[in-house]
């Protein structure tokens, strides 16, 4: 039996895993040939630098659906890694991502910008209503500043929302209905507030206003709770509430 020595991994192998004059086994001269390519490609690309992407947009423009499609099944398949590369891009390409949100924004009208805000909630509502509570609880002082700089330059709106308020509770408020024991109530919470050092505040257990319900502005419809809780419940929860809405909150 004849062996040789491969001049690239230096191993003895048999004559026939050579090839005809060749210093190397048949898959060291693979890998070299595989190699060169590689090399030779890069040094054509370095040349001709916008080649490969217009290819890429050219194959992409000429099979779009088929793309998106296949896009779509590997990420489906591979959730985490789609995330962490979508991550990784974003943060490589903050100005550039921003700039194209701009540039889309100011093709688009109010109207069909209103619409895809809406279309993307209601297909995303947990996940955007999840990240909204974390972002709102990592920055509360943030946003609270933010706020009351925007009420003082803009003093209207405030007067706005709170006369809206008050037309709401008038209209809420039967002909029957307590005044005193409203009064009392609302007392109460200054008193615990100044107390405890804690902001308290009124709160309607059903809504005054919101989507699903409208409650009434009397004593049985009033409890006091802690700023921070009354502001978290906002209008979006009350006693019976049922599971179909709760759902898609």
């Excluded at 230096?10 to 001269?29: I, V």
């Excluded at 040094?43 to 779009?64: H, I, S």
């Excluded at 985490?80 to 100005?95: D, G, I, P, Q």
């Amino acid at each position: 039996m004849l062996v040789k020595q491969c001049a690239e991994c230096l191993e003895f192998k048999e004559t026939h895993e050579f090839g005809r004059a060749s210093p190397y086994c048949r898959s060291c001269a693979a890998s070299r040939r595989k190699a060169a390519r590689k090399a030779a490609t890069a040094r054509w690309l370095e040349r001709n630098p916008g080649y490969r992407t217009r290819k890429n947009q050219e194959f992409y423009a000429a099979n779009r659906d088929a793309e998106r499609v296949r896009a779509k099944t590997w990420r489906d398949r591979n959730p985490e890694k789609a995330a962490a590369t979508s991550a990784l891009w974003r943060a490589s390409h903050k100005e550039e991502r921003a700039a194209k949100i701009k540039e889309w924004r100011r093709r688009q009208s109010p109207e069909d910008r209103a619409k895809a805000r809406k279309l993307s909630y209601s297909e995303n509502r947990l996940r955007e209503n999840e990240q909204s509570r974390t972002y709102k609880a990592l920055h509360r002082q943030e946003l609270a500043a933010k706020r009351a700089l925007f009420l003082r330059l803009h003093p209207e709106y405030n007067r706005f929302a709170r006369s809206k308020r008050r037309a709401a509770e008038k209209l809420a408020m039967p002909s029957w209905a307590d005044q005193k024991a409203i009064q009392a109530i609302y007392a109460e919470a200054v008193r615990i507030s100044i107390a405890t050092g804690i902001p308290h505040h009124v709160d309607h257990i059903v809504p005054l206003q919101s989507q699903w319900v409208c409650g009434l502005h009397v004593p049985a419809n009033l409890q006091i709770l802690t700023a921070a809780a009354n502001q978290a419940k906002s209008n979006r929860h009350w006693p019976g509430m049922p599971d179909d809405i709760r759902r898609q909150i």
